[in-house]
């Protein structure tokens, strides 16, 4: 039981740091030219190179946050759990995983947001 517990809180810690790894390489080094493969795709970010390095900068420091504080969020449930049946760790471990996946999600949203108080439709600076 304890090997599977310390497997699910490794695994469930997984996201939050590759959250912040990922967010503090955005804000530092975002990929260098806009491309389909890596990095922050949208519609908007890709309209200039400016957008484009304006919301990796953006999203990447909304996810080192985010990542930040999923970490302890994420590792909370599963002390709650430490000693219990196989099965309930297996659950709290999924349902944790799950909102981690929405919560990744999240920062789209108001990156998109900045994006558009920022950019013009052509990705002109306002």
């Known amino acids: 039981m304890l090997g599977f517990w310390i497997f699910m809180l490794f695994m ?3 996201i939050p740091l590759m959250m912040i790894g990922i967010g503090r390489l955005f804000m530092k ?3 260098k030219r ?3 493969i ?3 795709r949208t519609k ?13 900068r ?3 420091n909304l996810w080192f946050r985010l990542g930040l504080v999923l970490i302890p969020l994420s ?8 000693g219990k049946d196989i099965d309930l760790i297996g659950i709290v471990g999924a ?8 919560l990744m999600i999240v920062p789209v949203f108001p990156t998109e947001r900045a994006l558009k108080e920022n950019f013009d439709e052509f990705g002109k600076p306002l």
């Open 95 to 102: 349902v944790v995983t799950l909102v981690q996946i929405v």
């Open 34 to 36: 806009i491309n389909g």
């Open 12 to 14: 469930d810690l997984l």
């Open 44 to 56: 908007r970010s890709m309209k200039t190179q400016e957008t484009w390095e304006f919301a990796h």
């Open 75 to 82: 590792a909370l449930p599963l002390i709650f759990v430490y």
């Open 58 to 60: 953006y999203f990447g």
């Open 38 to 40: 890596y990095g922050y």
């Open 29 to 31: 080094r975002p990929p």
